[in-house]
């Protein structure tokens, strides 16, 4: 605008993201958000700038997956990334939701903050992750693996045992 207001004709508007990890902008002024928080644009024309904060919220979650209904993974040292998508009402995919993950059972299989869910002991558990109180389970098999120099199971004594028998 001049002095008094009116659009100048003919004059090039340049656009550039102050903040790129919470949103982007075209040359043409076309915003995207990219992230939950506070984005700024800055438009130049010559050597006059302006500047456009934003805050950027995500839309409230209406379903959570994760990428493996079930998961097997082998001792010693398996481990796995799991991803977790919550999905708005039209089942778009919500960036920047923090998840929150457990697991049932810490001592067969844990799961770190990022979804990496390592195998600890012979088991099976469950792994949850939880946005906004929507919930998505994997069931999560441990097992070692067999070698030819496994330990093997060749005989028992007695010979026949018995569930309430003490051993």
């Known amino acids: 605008l001049d002095a008094r207001g009116l659009p100048v004709e003919g004059k090039v508007v340049l656009w550039r993201s102050l903040t790129p990890a919470t949103l982007s902008v075209t040359p043409d002024g076309f915003i995207l958000g990219l992230a939950p928080g506070v984005g700024v644009v800055r438009a130049t024309v010559g050597s006059v700038s302006s500047e456009l904060e934003i805050t950027l919220a995500n839309p409230p979650v209406a379903s959570l997956t994760i990428d493996s209904a079930t998961l097997a993974l082998e001792l010693p040292s398996g481990g796995y990334r799991l991803r977790a998508t919550p999905r708005d009402a039209a089942g778009l995919p919500i960036l920047g939701a ?63 045992a018995e569930p309430s028998q003490l051993l």
């Not at 992750?129 to 093997?152: C, D, M, N, R």
């Open 98 to 160: 923090p998840v929150l993950w457990s697991s049932s059972a810490t001592r067969i299989a844990s799961i770190d903050a990022t979804g990496r869910v390592s195998a600890v002991a012979s088991g099976i558990a469950t792994v949850s992750a939880t946005v906004e109180g929507h919930v998505a389970t994997t069931k999560v098999s441990v097992q070692p693996v067999i070698s030819a120099t496994s330990p093997q199971i060749t005989a028992t004594a007695p010979s026949i």
